[in-house]
């Protein structure tokens, strides 16, 4: 696999490529060196805008302090619908990363990087709108199950739950599979538990966003997972093309324990403006916490739901 280099690294680098041009005189002091290796570089195919709207939004410390130094693998192969959001999602959570110091990222489409040997080298894994089937080696499979059976963390974002469709054990894994997106407009999101370590950064039961809002099928139930946000469905049209779920139940974010491992799904993701809301990127950044295995969190299912 070729190594992909860690955005501070690539930061870091960027300062070296500073100082090599500088003479004695107008080399720039510490303050000066500090200041730029905090500087994210630039990343193809986003417009700077963006990328100066989703560094504003980014949290600047942890939920809690990292046990230990934390690898975070971002995978964002897809084999089928290419969301525009995966070099946001990229972007986002390796800057999370660097801006925290909850843990560093490597970005990879490589499927050989789930070999056994080199996934041991990192905390977690989170997969990027993956959709299709990236891998069918029975090998890697069996590798990613038991990496997480094992304690690994398993992180999943937006379509994250559209990909793998002929390899049940992942969607069980995962928490469940996408059916169909039946709203993409602004939104209530239900906030089931308020002290919930993972949706502490929302500050009362309701929460308004505009993103895409996904309905899942088998095999998600509340019996497996602990849902922690849902879709408000007072004031939303139920009657439209596509709503199959005679509970009404839409999750939009979860957690699960998988073996000794730790699952956080959340299906938000979609448009841009999620990706510059500075609550959900704190509620993702608690959520990866959780599978790095640095955030405590209570996982136990409650079938009885809202």
């Known amino acids: 696999m070729k190594r992909i ?5 690539i930061a870091v680098l960027g300062v070296a490529v500073m100082l090599a041009g500088c003479g004695e005189s107008d080399a720039p002091d510490a303050a000066d060196v500090a200041n730029a290796a905090d500087v994210p570089a630039s990343e193809p195919g986003i417009p700077p805008t963006q990328q100066a709207a989703m560094e504003e939004a980014l949290p600047d410390a942890p939920v809690v302090p ?6 975070l693998l971002i995978f964002n192969l897809s084999k089928g619908f290419a969301h525009e959001s995966i070099p946001w999602v990229d972007f986002a959570i390796a800057r999370m990363g660097v801006r925290t110091g909850a843990f560093e990222a490597v970005i990879s489409s490589d499927t050989a990087v789930f070999q056994p040997d080199r996934l ?3 905390d977690a894994v989170l997969f990027n709108n993956n959709t299709g089937e990236p891998f069918s080696d029975p090998a890697l499979r069996a590798s990613l199950l038991a990496f997480v059976r094992d304690g690994g963390g398993m992180v999943g974002l937006h379509a994250a739950t559209d990909g793998f469709h002929e390899w049940p054990e992942f ?4 928490g469940g599979y996408f059916v169909n997106h039946p709203w993409n407009e602004s939104v209530t999101l239900l906030i089931e538990e308020a002290g919930h370590s993972i949706t502490a950064p929302f500050d009362d039961s309701r929460y308004v966003v505009a993103d895409e809002i996904y309905q899942f099928g088998d095999p998600y139930s509340r019996e497996r997972q602990r849902v922690l946000i849902s879709l408000d469905t007072a004031g939303l049209d139920l009657e439209r093309d596509g709503v199959q779920r005679a509970d009404l139940d839409f999750a939009v974010s979860w957690i ?8 956080f799904y959340s299906s938000l993701g979609h448009r841009f403006e999620v990706f510059t809301d500075p609550t959900i990127l704190r509620h993702w950044l608690a959520g990866i916490q959780y599978a790095l295995g640095d955030l405590d969190a209570d996982a136990t299912p409650r079938p009885e739901g809202r």
């Open 5 to 9: 280099p860690r955005i501070s690294e």
């Open 66 to 71: 990292a046990r230990q130094g934390r690898s």
């Open 120 to 122: 041991g080298e990192f």
């Open 171 to 174: 969607g069980e894994m995962m």
């Open 256 to 263: 699960r324990e998988e073996g000794s491992g730790r699952v």
